[in-house]
């Protein structure tokens, strides 16, 4: 935890644990040339990224920026990590993201729905890396512990038991033909269960008004994004019961809004 605390770029968190990582170094998102000067002072250790960043809006790297840095880091001997804390265990459709992308990174970070709702988090690492790594060079008091072992067994085999992964990749396009044709959401982006929904009006009053009504959505550092995280096994009413609740939040159109059906079905 304090690892990651002290490499995070939100200056709020980072602040009180900055010195366990001093020489952490930021640079633009998805420009490969700033990575490439940040790599020309030939001590870089790793290069951490969000191949989906969520908080921010949900932006995707381009698959060809990816790959540029995965060319940048085997040039100057650096370690390329996704942080897959939010994209990873399926909820973009795939395992890991980097099997949609075409690009191997040689360590991912996973947690959150990895426990589905037990704390639990994992490094998945590259055979080179695994090689190096003995029993009792890492540990914890709590690692492996039994309820976060079965926590986690249970996840994976739902996930693939229930085809789940799939199913993400479904809910996407159910989010993103209930929403993009209505003239208040300017955008509909990401993968998966993990959607971004940028509005006409700021998202703030919409995000409350979905609360007050018992849903639950992300908000973003920019203003107007909604973030929607539902979990894989959801129903696709889900989805629709959803989107009437947002309905009397969004300003107003000339365009008729989209029939609103909130019976559930098994869909």
């Known amino acids: 935890t ?8 939100a200056e709020k968190y980072r602040r009180p644990y900055a010195d366990i990582l001093p020489e952490t170094h930021f640079v633009p998102f998805a420009d490969a040339g700033a990575v490439a000067e940040a790599l020309e002072t030939g001590d870089v250790g790793g290069v951490i990224l969000e191949p989906i960043q969520s908080i921010a809006g949900v932006r995707e790297a381009p698959a060809d920026y990816l790959r540029e840095v995965r060319d940048l880091c085997d040039a100057h001997g650096a370690k390329l990590i996704f942080d897959e ?3 990873g265990v399926g909820r973009t ?11 191997t990174p040689d360590l991912i970070t996973m947690a959150k729905s990895l426990g589905a709702g037990v704390p639990v988090s994992a490094v998945l690492v590259n055979e080179p890396i695994a090689a190096t790594v003995e029993s009792g060079d890492q540990g914890s008091t709590f690692g492996g512990g039994m309820l976060a072992m079965a926590a986690l067994d249970a996840t994976l085999r739902t996930l693939d038991e229930d085809d789940l992964m799939p199913r993400a990749a479904d809910l996407f396009a159910q989010i993103d033909d209930t929403l993009s044709s209505h003239e208040t959401v300017r955008d509909v982006r990401g993968r998966g269960c993990l959607a971004g929904v940028q509005l006409h009006p700021p998202a703030g009053p919409v995000r409350e008004a979905l609360r007050e009504e018992g849903v639950l959505v992300g908000g973003a550092n920019p203003p107007d994004v909604l973030r929607l995280m539902p979990p894989p096994c959801a129903r696709g009413s889900v989805i629709r019961e959803t989107w009437c609740v947002m309905k009397p939040a969004l300003v107003a159109s000339n365009e008729p809004l989209p029939e609103c059906h909130s019976e559930r079905t098994n869909d």
């Open 85 to 87: 804390v939010q994209t």
């Open 2 to 9: 304090l690892g990651p605390l002290a490499a995070t770029h």
């Open 93 to 103: 459709g795939t395992f890991s993201i980097s099997q949609q992308l075409g690009v």
